[in-house]
């Protein structure tokens, strides 16, 4: 029998809709029978009890926001009657709550093992532009190589940017190390870097932040150096072919993979479906040595209380304080306010306020410890769950993930995208409906947690899906060519 509504947690004040429901229609709640009072949508939120003007909205046991006016049992709560309870600065203090996750390392993926040490899951070839000015070229390249497709190459790649000039600062710096770490991605079997030649981030810029830079299968074209640029860049491609057919897939342990978590296009069952499930498939990888990475600061936000008293030490809560404060103080600086979220999508999905899309948003990071809190544009440094700097941004995000170092990035949604990251980025549907009517976009549904199967075993279904991804399986958007690349601009244009 299917569920009408779900109560998370026992100390909510609103349950949550699996079904469209409508005016007159009853639900039992606590054994008390409910009158819903107006139609409301799957996913959103129904008050079961009366909560009073400036009460406090609990939704997964905690606040996500303060009622603007009595609302009557029954009623739909979201943004005409719920507010966000969030400010610009907070005090925080160090409570530590560890779950230090049993070791199994019993499980391994066929992988390629590169001459750095680090292990790919694709053995592509990437043609990257220093700066946008030679986005064309780059495209024109890839566009003629792909008939130099061969044996196990699985494919040749390039990722524009608007980027690369006209910076100065850390925003310079942020935009080298991101593309030093993506010419060193081990998905990456060998890479073009292709320059302009009067950029001031140019290929000797990006070289320098590229650590044993002579492990790499590497070629550098300076676009005004050369007579035909197309020409020589065909020529290197042919010569990076070369060398990467010779690799090939071993057995490696999952100590080795490195997973990011991002969610997007939210819907009220993300925190209850989706994100629980990606929530227990990274505390399954990270029991096996592997490591996984979250982001999207500004989706910590209401919830980063919990995250920093998982933190394993004081030093690294004090790194998440800096960098939740520090991203407070970003958006302060540019005149937004700190809860300028949720998206449109995200409100017509259920989602009220941020500390409601945070609270179901930092969920994909599971149970594990915080081992590490990174600066974007850095790279892992520990295995286990780490935090990483960068906004919500879909396309940022996921790029700063792959640039972590991450060979795969799982993407959960309930409104549905068709993007795709540098990396192979699983699309994880909150509600079956969706997976059904996107199925060339979405690869994963964990709708099917409401009836037909537990949330443990879809994550163990979701376990098997990235091994089998790891090992080779192509996934929808691969299917269809889409690859994107974003970075983050905060700095001045010059």
Request: overall charge negative; charged content about 25%.
């Amino acid at each position: 029998m299917n569920k009408k509504f779900l109560k998370i947690n026992q100390n909510d004040n609103v349950v949550v809709l699996l079904e469209n429901m409508t005016k007159g229609e009853i639900i039992e709640v606590d054994n008390k029978s409910i009158v819903i009072l107006q139609d409301t949508l799957f996913g959103h939120k129904v008050a079961c009890q009366n909560i009073a003007k400036e009460e406090s909205i609990v939704k997964y046991g905690e606040i996500i926001g303060q009622a603007q006016v009595d609302v009557e049992i029954g009623e739909w709560v979201h943004t005409h009657n719920c507010r966000t309870s969030l400010n610009e600065h907070e005090d925080y203090f160090y409570n530590p709550i560890f779950n230090d996750l049993p070791k199994k390392n019993n499980r391994s993926f066929s992988g390629y093992l590169r001459n750095n040490g680090k292990v790919g899951i694709r053995n592509e070839i990437w043609i990257i532009p220093t700066v946008g000015c030679v986005n064309g070229i780059v495209k024109e390249i890839e566009r003629k190589s792909q008939d130099l497709i061969q044996d196990n190459i699985d494919a040749i790649v390039s990722f524009n940017h608007p980027y690369g000039c006209s910076q100065v600062g850390e925003d310079q710096i942020n935009t080298q190390r991101i593309l030093a770490n993506l010419v060193s991605h081990p998905n990456a079997a060998g890479v073009l870097l292709v320059g302009l030649g009067c950029e001031n981030s140019g290929v000797e810029d990006i070289k320098k932040q590229i650590q044993d830079i002579e492990k790499l299968n590497m070629k550098t074209l300076i676009c005004q150096n050369e007579e035909d640029e197309i020409e020589i860049g065909l020529a290197y491609i042919q010569e990076l072919i070369e060398v990467a057919k010779t690799s090939k897939r071993t057995q490696q342990p999952l100590s080795k993979l490195i997973v990011g978590l991002k969610c997007g296009g939210s819907d009220g069952l993300s925190g209850i479906t989706a994100n629980p499930t990606v929530g227990i498939f990274s505390d399954l990888l990270i029991k096996e040595g592997g490591t996984t990475i979250l982001t999207e600061v500004p989706e910590m936000f209401g919830a980063e209380k919990s995250l920093m008293n998982r933190c394993k030490d004081e030093i690294t809560f004090n790194k998440l304080v800096c960098l939740i404060n520090g991203f407070k103080d970003y958006f302060v600086q540019n005149n937004s306010p700190v809860y300028e979220n949720p998206s449109p999508g995200n409100k017509e999905g259920g989602i009220t306020t941020l500390e409601d899309k945070s609270l179901g948003c930092t969920q994909k990071s599971g149970t594990a410890i915080v081992v590490d809190v990174l600066h974007y544009g850095e790279q892992i440094k520990e295995q286990g769950l780490s935090l990483l700097e960068s906004p919500g941004n879909d396309l940022v995000a996921s790029t700063a993930l792959a640039a972590a170092g991450a060979q795969i990035v799982l993407f959960t949604t309930g409104r549905g995208t068709p993007f795709a990251c540098p990396v192979p980025t699983i699309k994880i549907s909150s509600n079956t409906s969706l997976y059904h009517k996107k199925n060339n976009w979405i690869d994963f549904d964990t709708g099917i947690s409401l009836n037909e199967k537990t949330l443990s075993e879809c994550s163990n279904d979701l376990f098997e899906k990235v091994i089998s991804v790891a090992t080779g399986e192509k996934i929808k958007s691969e299917a269809a060519s889409y690859r994107d690349m974003a970075i983050f601009k905060k700095g001045v244009t010059l």
